[in-house]
């Protein structure tokens, strides 16, 4: 039964964390690498929403008579192959890896929690739910998920499936040892002094303070995931034609590369761009969230 | 120490076990089979059962998942399909390709990145952080495989100063396969050296604020001296922890760019047999790999208790 | 009767035509002065899955194992069975046994000569691990009847066999009797022709070096398609495996690589200009097709199927698919070939683009928008590119296209089932080459490529391997091409071509079904 004191400590706390917030999102936006990172993300979200209105052409049509030509008035970033329209391609591109790049970026969060508070939490679990994480670690890098994407086929699903099996398992490692270190901390033993139960120790306390670091990650998740698109693109396991993302215009401009520079330069611009502003942004995240790993004295 | 050893090792049976299970899951789902390749681009419905009778290729899958785990247990991988050798051999003659190839580039990554990095943070606040981070950033955030080929473009083609691609043996010519090798280890170690470049900065940054440091400048000991003889080797633990990593993600990063630079690695020769179907390359390769990877781990971890003892008791 | 006569005739009377052609050629010969000697790299694009030339009919194979290995009988530049290693053949007058005397003093790469018993084993295994061991179906036994000679008996007369089995499809390539028994894929890789296999990385390289005692085949004065007389003027030749065309390209302007066995046409018309390059055009590379399934709605119902055909724009397909590398041809025979008919049954359906006809087409089949799947791979880029192109013109006539692009093995896997697609791109590159019979018999027998059978189809194939006399199979031919284009169960794109590269340095070579590094020679 909660107690006057119980209800003031609780009182207290909300306070505080609202007033933490506040003040959390002041720093945010006036810490340089962050604002920076930002921008560009706003810029690439609201080009790619966009596209449609931006582009002239629409990004598949094909035209034999425009092949392969420069960057011109017409073509700001000029034809491909097909004779298709790079910039539009470009710009719905950005709108497929922005699409993978949250998909794998939320299902990584959701999966990477919960595999990770079981672990920490059910002790019979974590020996087996971390083993086989280390097994789908022990592949280095993409190869997992290059070797996913074969198996599964060629489309946007099946790529996410395959980039979201890749990097939940780190994930989940950084959820795990967040949580380890929250629970030891003297205000979870305080509510569970009170008699909160698990159920709101977890998600009020625990995943609440451990939110910080998997923040940071999911941020580098979501950049990673663009590059890894372009990856699978390039060894032709990624979302299938005709439909443009920025990895597959790089795998369509790479023969053509000192005949058609443009076609290979442009999305690679555009996903080195993004990928930085979402580095910039994670940079900036982490030195506010997480103190402990900050790069900034 | 030996123990701790053992108990790591130990510790890799059952990472590499669900190694082996996640490919033969791969294997299970992934459509088609090596008979595809042998027909090849034009071959008829007919020619294809032919050679899938003759392969024997029809056996299920729990049938070759015994028949794998009782060969393992003798230390045969099996025999390729397609490459006329057995999957040990074949993984063997790659496997110095793309070790010299990681290493070459973590080399390079290491020192471009400690460089920029303890240059950063002993010009801590100065253009040259600024520049030094940037810098570490772009490398961190342009695609692999893209600048590769930018490279290839650059002083493959315009220049023509090195190849732009193909593999020359070390026996054979050394400068050669110096020259082949630049750029894809290049390449590679332009993304990594913005890991280590910031790890450096920020475990640099770390050691320059502690007290000790404080005193060694305060009795007028020189800035270089500073940093080489006291700072440096402190910042070194979370900087060797950093390569530990950074040689994961090089052996995988080494994939793509060894099918950039069309270098016969390890990597090349999964990715390869994953599109023709080779299956038993596919599960050796992924195996041996994976297994490579893991004892970097843990000869990481080793060192890392060398360097810091906290660690070994800890776990 | 007749076909096995004249042929048999043929190949006795071998030694007489050959005589004027010396004459032609070691006329054209003296232009050049050949260089002995040297090295040359070839690229290309991908690993060969075998370098048993029999177990494979990959094409990546066959460019180097056909400079490695040789075949009893082959194809000569006219595309007409000649011996090889065969000094001929005798075929009795009730067409049941065939006597192939072999020539004498032919060297294997290990330095044994290859006799009767060595080839009796090649063909026996054959049998078993050929890619495309149908062709020995007709043989009831295969003796050997001198050192030199061999004896095959036939189950039934057979007249096309000689030709049939001098494809070079999977080559029934002779090799020792001591690899007689090796699983397909595990040989000693020794052959007769005049390079040897010294090294092979997968993914690298296949380097191939002269073999010093080859036995030239002294009947002939040059090279002559598969056969003829043959020489190793260079000391060395590798294959290089460059998956990527541009690089393959680059390579070639570093001049790390001599010879490309396929660059993409947008960079040969960059390299135009170049005085070290040489550019190597074969218009006759392959047919582009597009193939439906006539057991899947919606491409079960004719009228759809005439829908598609007369939506498409082969003029922009054949253009975006091949780089602009093609020849309109609605024909199922290259121009001015002996089985050419011109475009007989095919008015008014070929290259039309005609949105209008189409919708009236798909008004009439009842088509209420079911999806068409259009199944591509990624290994070939024709493929892929064709079936793109479909798609937007398929779309603009309102058939609701989506494509399945996948690799390779499960592209194939896919079009094994009946169901789930309805539509596969295609270069057929092999067929067209052997001729009528081959193109046809892909689309009649146990599995057609359209998965349905066409009972009019397989009586005009029957028709056409029976027939008599050139000028009956030319107008079988015909009827087929009508039928063809009256139940569009396949669609003729067009003519595709394949564009080569070399280094100017680089003489002798000439543009062929594989490339030949004998008879080329460097520029000193």
Redesign the interface.
């Known amino acids: 039964m909660p107690t006057e004191e119980s209800l003031s400590l609780g009182q207290e706390m909300a306070r505080a964390r609202w007033r933490r917030r506040r003040v959390f999102v002041a720093r945010l936006f006036r810490h340089p690498s962050f604002l920076i990172g930002a921008v560009i993300l706003v810029l690439f979200t609201s080009a790619a929403v966009l596209a449609d209105v931006l582009a002239q052409h629409p990004p598949n049509k094909n035209n034999y008579r425009f092949i392969l030509m420069g960057p011109s008035a017409e073509f700001w970033f000029g034809t491909d192959g097909y004779g298709r329209d790079v910039f539009s391609r470009v710009l719905h591109g950005t709108q497929v890896s922005l699409t993978i790049g949250i998909a794998v970026a939320t299902l990584t969060g959701l999966f990477g929690t919960i595999l990770g508070t079981l672990a920490s939490y059910v002790r019979w679990l974590d020996a087996l739910i971390m083993r086989t994480l280390d097994g789908l670690m022990a592949f280095p890098g993409v190869l997992l998920a290059i070797a996913l994407a074969s198996a599964l086929g060629p489309s946007v699903t099946n790529a996410v499936i395959a980039l979201t099996v890749t990097f939940t398992p780190r994930t989940a490692r950084v959820v795990r040892s967040g949580i380890l270190v929250v629970r030891g901390m003297q205000f979870v033993e305080a509510a569970q002094a009170v008699g909160a139960g698990h159920g709101r120790i977890i998600f009020r306390y625990i995943l609440a303070n451990a939110l910080s670091p998997l923040i940071v990650q999911l941020t580098y998740v979501f950049a990673v995931s663009i590059i890894s698109e372009a990856i699978l693109s390039f060894l032709g396991v990624g979302p299938p034609p005709p439909a443009p993302s920025l990895g597959n215009i790089i795998a369509d401009g790479r023969t053509y590369i000192q005949e058609a520079w443009w076609i290979a330069v442009f999305p690679g611009i555009a996903i080195a761009t993004l990928v930085l502003g979402l580095n910039l942004m994670g940079d900036g995240l982490r030195d506010i969230l997480d103190p402990r790993q900050r790069n900034d004295h | 120490m030996t123990l701790f050893i053992i108990r790591r090792l130990l510790s890799a049976l059952p990472v590499l076990f669900v190694v082996s299970l996640m490919t033969f899951l791969i294997m299970w789902l992934v459509p088609g089979d090596v008979s595809a390749e042998i027909g090849g681009s034009d071959a008829t419905p007919e020619q294809i059962e032919r050679i899938q009778a003759q392969l024997g290729l029809d056996r299920p899958i729990h049938e070759r998942a015994i028949s794998w785990y009782a060969n393992l247990l003798r230390g045969d991988l099996g025999f390729s399909y397609l490459l006329n050798r057995s999957v040990v051999d074949a993984v063997l003659e790659r496997l110095p390709v793309t070790l010299a190839l990681a290493s070459m580039a973590l080399v390079m990554a290491t020192m471009i990145g400690v460089l920029l990095g303890v240059s950063a943070a002993v010009r801590h606040n100065t253009w040259l952080d600024q520049a030094s981070m940037v810098a570490a950033l772009i490398g961190l955030s342009i695609p692999d495989f893209w600048f590769g080929i930018v490279l290839i473009i650059l002083f493959g083609v315009t220049l023509g100063w090195l190849p732009t691609g193909g593999y020359v043996p070390i026996t054979e010519d050394v400068l050669g396969w110096a020259r082949s090798m630049a750029l894809p280890a290049l390449t590679l170690a332009f993304t990594q050296m913005g890991i280590i470049a910031r790890m450096a900065r920020s475990s640099m940054l770390d050691v320059l604020n502690q007290d000790y440091i404080r005193t060694a400048r305060a009795k007028g000991m020189r800035g270089r001296t500073v940093v080489f003889k006291h700072a440096l080797r402190n910042a070194m633990v979370p900087i060797i922890t950093t390569i530990g990593v950074t040689t994961g993600i090089l052996l995988s990063g080494a994939v793509v760019i060894e099918t950039v630079f069309s270098l016969p690695g390890v990597g090349r020769l999964i990715i390869g047999s994953i599109q023709r179907r080779d299956f038993p390359v596919i599960q050796g390769g992924l195996l041996v790999t994976a297994t490579v990877f893991v004892f970097v781990n843990i000869v990481v971890d080793v060192l890392y208790g060398v360097f810091d003892p906290r660690v070994r008791d800890e776990r | 009767m007749t076909l096995q006569r004249r042929l048999s005739r043929y190949l006795r009377a071998f030694g007489a035509t050959t005589v004027l052609a010396a004459s032609i050629l070691s006329f054209t010969g003296a232009a050049y002065a050949q260089v002995m000697g040297g090295e040359i790299v070839v690229s290309q694009n991908s ?1 060969p ?4 030339a029999m ?7 066959r460019n180097i194992n056909m400079n490695v290995y040789e075949t009893l009988f082959g194809f000569d530049e006219n595309v007409q069975a000649i011996p090889i290693l065969a000094e001929g053949v005798e075929i009795s007058d009730d067409g049941l046994t065939y006597t192939i005397p072999l020539r004498q003093g032919v060297l294997f790469h290990n330095g044994k000569e290859m006799t009767a018993r060595d080839v009796k084993a090649s063909l026996e295994r054959y049998r ?2 050929g ?4 062709l020995l179906e007709p043989v009831e036994n295969i003796e050997i009847t001198g050192d030199y000679e061999i004896t095959l008996t036939m189950k039934q007369p057979t007249p096309t066999f000689i030709e049939a089995f001098s494809s070079p499809r999977a080559p029934a390539a002779i090799i020792p009797e001591e690899d007689a028994d090796a699983e ?3 040989t000693s ?1 020794v052959g007769t022709g005049p390079y040897k296999i010294v090294e ?6 296949v380097t191939l070096e002269k073999f010093d005692d080859y036995s030239q085949d002294t009947r002939h004065s040059g090279p002559d398609g598969f056969g003829g007389k043959k020489t190793a003027y260079l000391d060395k030749a590798t294959f ?8 393959a ?3 070639l ?2 001049n ?1 690589v001599q010879i490309v066995d396929q660059i ?1 046409v ?2 040969a ?2 390299l135009e200009s170049n005085e070290d390059i040489e550019l190597y055009e074969n218009l006759e590379w392959a047919f582009s097709v597009f193939i439906l399934n006539m057991a899947a709605p919606p491409t079960d119902n004719v009228k759809f199927r005439e829908a598609v055909q007369v939506a498409l724009n082969m ?2 397909i054949m ?2 698919a091949t ?2 590398l093609f020849n309109l041809n609605p024909g199922w025979a290259y121009p001015d070939s002996p089985y050419d008919v011109g475009d007989v049954g095919t008015e008014g359906y070929y290259n039309q683009g005609d949105v209008d006809r189409a919708q009236a087409l798909l008004a009439e089949a009842g088509y209420d928008g079911e999806e068409f799947v259009i199944l591509t ?5 024709e493929h ?2 064709a ?3 479909i ?2 013109q398929l779309k603009a006539a309102g058939i609701n296209a989506v ?14 089932q009946d169901t789930g697609w309805n539509g596969w791109t ?6 067209p080459y052997l001729g009528p019979v081959a193109i046809t018999s ?1 689309l009649t ?3 057609p ?1 359209f998965v349905e059978h066409d009972e009019e189809l397989e009586a005009l194939y029957q028709e056409l391997v029976t027939g008599a006399t050139a000028e009956a199979r030319k107008e079988t031919f015909a009827k087929i091409q009508e039928r063809l284009y009256e139940f569009f169960g396949i669609i003729k794109l067009g003519d595709a071509g394949l564009m080569q590269a070399a280094r100017s340095s680089v003489k002798g070579f000439k543009t062929f079904r594989f490339p030949r590094v004998h008879d080329v020679w460097l520029e000193e």
Not at chain 3, 49 to 52: A, E, K, N, V
Not at chain 3, 55 to 61: E, V, W
Not at chain 3, 377 to 381: E, F, L, R, T, V
């Open positions: 690993n899955p075998s370098l048993d177990a494979t009919s990959s094409g990546a194979s078993k691990v890619a495309t061991s149908n397909a894929g595990k890789m092979y990385v997968p993914d690298s390289h290089r495996i460059i998956a990527e065309p541009g690089a390209v680059a390579a302007e570093a790390e993409p947008p960079a018309r960059r003029e922009e253009g975006i780089e602009g791979d990624s290994n070939i880029p892929g590119r079936a793109v192109v798609a937007e494509i399945n692009q996948v690799d390779w093995p499960t592209a194939l896997n896919i079009r094994m295609l270069q057929m590159g092999i067929e892909t027998g146990e599995r490529h």
